[in-house]
């Protein structure tokens, strides 16, 4: 519900009006609200904190007098954009109009009175119409709808009776003027299916075209008998043996394979679940059918990581090989690699005679040509743009096989709103042998930084290294950064202070050039620095592991599954780690982060995430998914998992796919006419857009969000 448009009442707690500076007036409100700020979260009480500015000369008097309407213990009413605060789990709206219960026409001691029912649309205001100009005119509005074209019902009627969905017009209806909570709430989810519908026809169709695309070539995508051969016999001698997720995995991946269209398959798993591993057995089957495979890293680092662990057991398998079969040649291409290797690597992949390249963006730059590009593996796939990903595929014809890896472990109901149009695989168990991380989580204060520190000094003394992580860079980037940590001052504290016993440190954040984070890493890996200060940067792909401790400053800005994958960066070895959770916030933030001291399971902690800050602060908007996401306008995640998922069972349905990920009906029923179905319901949605309501019934409470129009491309 980030950054969502609502009309919202509650107790006012506190009150303030004062300068900042000559000339500008700040009022500062806090409210206590209650009920449905969130998905599904019961009668929760929810702190909200309002502000709002005006300048000039009367700025002063007239926000007092806005203030004075509002008395603490009284009832405010406010409309604006509504923000969550990850650092203590609390909710903020910056200049929003406020009003007490009268000026919005109802008596004070009204909120929660016995039978107030009253449900009132609240609409943005457009132009020079306010929202009672609007409410005055809509009645007319929904009218001209019922008598025009957009009335017609966009969903064909199969599909409105076997699924019990409220008509089209009725939901039209009810969402601006429903007759109580309960038509409401019917209405909302009929036009939440429709949006989801639409989504999954949307995916489904983009995976239909990825397929056909490749239907004119001759060229065969099927695995050969060696390939299977070559991918038994990597696994029979890998130094470890799979788990049972990993051995799924791949055995889902070969299957893809072995079939004569390109696989797009999503592996995700949690931190340390083996993920690379399955991709490299794919690699070599790959190779072994006469394709060469690419792996795609976001860093030059990482895909260095990667070259020396595929070099390392390439190697160990030379030698034990069955006859004919040949291990592949492995190059490195990144924006590092120097003009010579450069051109072979470009030459080998021109040839054939390169069979494995690993590398970052510099695989989709001019000059870089495939003899028979089979398998594309993006690593930590969020971290690319949709067109650099499409880059590769396109690389070779008939477009290869496409694996992605996901470095974050993704609910299933955000796996499929953003991946639908992907297969998914998921690692959920870990490799024997691997040292559990012991989680503290402390509140921020002299004593517990102390004891943070003794904990790295410890390690330090019997050979081991530490990371010490801070939210920002340099603490001028945030308006609100006062006292928060940030890297570069905490690495000229630490190195100067004494505080760490001597320790040797190093430094690492995004912005130092790439030769620059390289070598701080390099330093730190090899035991040159003993402990790195650093950001968030080392969230993903740093495999050190005489790393044994981590403290993490101000744990409260960042999101349990991002806390989660900072910790994997630690227990890789086989020496107890320990990471500790520094929270600067209030009680609702160590209630929060608290999560991460009695979970390591990455799945769990993510569902927990998205229902805390909700789907798009959980993927980022890097991913293509968030796109997707911001398109849902109605649609509460996870509240709306049934829907969901009965919305791709229909669109499998609609488009003749009879099953897909095991839901559907698989009665080969043909297919709808489905671009007539997409044209009526993206006119169909433009032609209504829904209000946000205002609902003061029982207790105070926040009223659910109906925003304007979703807009489909």
Same mark, same amino acid.
């Given at each position: ?5 609502? /009309? ?11 300068? $900042? ?131 017609? !019902?966009?969903? $064909? ?33 009929? @036009? ?38 070559? #991918? ?44 690379? /591993? ?91 040509? *495939? ?27 008939? $477009? ?14 955000? /796996? ?42 410890? !390690? ?21 950064? !006062? ?40 330093? *730190? ?24 401790? @981590? ?127 997409? @044209?009526?319901?993206?006119? #169909?949605?433009? /032609? ?17 969000? *109906? ?7």
């Amino acid at each position: 519900m980030d950054k969502a448009n609502v /009309a919202l009442a509650g107790t006012v707690l506190s009150s303030s009006v004062y300068r $900042p500076r000559p000339n500008l007036a700040m009022l500062k409100m806090t409210l206590s609200v209650r009920q449905g700020l969130y998905n599904g979260d019961g009668g929760m009480n929810h702190t909200v904190h309002v502000t709002r500015f005006m300048q000039g000369s009367f700025a002063l008097p007239a926000l007092s007098k806005i203030a004075a309407t509002v008395p603490v213990g009284s009832v405010a009413i406010v409309e604006g954009k509504l923000d969550f605060i990850p650092k203590d789990g609390s909710w903020e709206m910056k200049s929003p109009k406020i009003m007490s219960m009268e000026e919005r026409g109802r008596p004070a001691d009204a909120l929660g009175g016995e039978g107030d029912e009253e449900l009132r649309p609240v609409y943005s205001a457009v132009r020079l119409l306010t929202n009672k100009d609007l409410q005055k005119i809509m009645p007319r509005a929904l009218e001209a709808i019922a008598e025009s074209r957009c009335a017609e !019902e966009p969903l $064909p009627a199969d599909t409105v009776q076997r699924l019990k969905l409220m008509p089209w017009m009725d939901a039209i209806r009810a969402i601006h003027f429903p007759e109580g909570p309960e038509e409401l709430e019917h209405a909302r989810q009929r @036009m939440a299916f429709q949006e989801l519908l639409m989504l999954q026809l949307g995916l489904l169709l983009r995976r239909r075209s990825s397929v056909e695309s490749s239907g004119d070539s001759e060229e065969e995508l099927r695995l050969t008998d060696d390939a299977v051969a070559a #991918a038994n016999f990597a696994t029979e001698s890998l130094p470890w043996q799979l788990t049972a997720g990993q051995a799924e995995a791949i055995s889902e991946i070969l299957r893809d394979m072995r079939q004569n269209k390109p696989m797009l398959r999503l592996l995700q798993g949690d931190v340390g679940s083996g993920k690379t /591993a399955v991709a490299l057995l794919a690699m070599l089957a790959a190779t072994a059918s006469g394709w060469q495979a690419a792996l795609m890293a976001p860093t030059e680092v990482l895909a260095a990581q990667h070259k020396d662990s595929i070099d390392r057991l390439i190697s160990s398998f030379k030698g034990k090989a069955p006859e004919g079969l040949s291990m592949p040649r492995v190059s490195l291409l990144t924006g590092s690699t120097r003009t010579a290797p450069r051109r072979a690597t470009l030459e080998g992949l021109k040839d054939g005679s390169i069979g494995i390249v690993i590398g970052t963006h510099s695989l989709i730059s001019r000059g870089v040509e *495939f003899s028979k590009l089979g398998l594309a593996v993006i690593d930590e796939q969020h971290r690319f743009g949709v067109r650099q990903r499409s880059a590769l595929q396109r690389a070779s014809s008939p $477009p290869p096989h496409v694996l992605t890896l996901s470095a974050t472990p993704i609910p299933r109901t955000l /796996a499929l709103v953003a991946y639908g149009e992907m297969d998914i695989s998921t690692i959920s168990d870990r490799p024997p042998g691997r040292i559990g991380v012991h989680t503290r989580v402390l509140r921020a204060s002299d004593k517990s930084r102390d004891e943070a520190y003794s904990a790295i000094r410890r !390690e330090l003394r019997d050979g081991y290294r530490s990371y010490v992580i801070c939210p920002l860079v340099d603490g001028g980037e945030d308006a609100d950064s !006062e006292g928060v940590k940030a890297a570069e001052q905490e690495y000229k504290r630490l190195s100067e202070g004494g505080y760490l016993g001597g320790a040797k440190c190093g430094l690492l954040h995004g912005r130092l050039s790439g030769e620059q984070k390289s070598r701080a890493l390099q330093d *730190f890996a090899e035991g040159r620095t003993q402990v790195l200060i650093t950001t968030t940067v080392v969230e993903v792909g740093v495999d050190v592991p005489e790393a044994s401790v @981590m403290v993490i400053e101000h744990a409260e800005r960042f999101g349990l599954a991002q806390l989660h994958q900072l910790r994997g960066r630690i227990g890789r070895g086989t020496r107890p780690s320990e990471c500790i959770l520094l929270v600067a916030g209030g009680e609702e933030s160590l209630s929060r982060v608290r999560v991460l001291e009695n979970s390591t399971d990455g799945f769990k902690i993510a569902e927990a995430d998205l229902e805390q800050r909700g789907p798009g602060q959980l993927l980022g908007t890097r991913q293509s998914g968030a796109k997707d996401l911001a398109a849902l306008q109605v649609t509460r995640l996870p509240h709306d998992n049934d829907l969901l998922l009965s919305a791709r069972a229909e669109a499998a349905r609609l488009l003749g796919a009879g099953s897909v990920d095991g839901e559907g009906n698989g009665d080969g029923e043909r297919s709808v006419p489905t671009k007539k179905i997409s @044209m009526r319901l993206w006119a #169909a949605y433009n /032609a209504a857009a829904p209000p946000e309501l205002d609902l003061n019934s029982e207790d105070e409470s926040l009223v659910d969000s *109906f925003s304007g129009s979703s807009e489909f491309k």
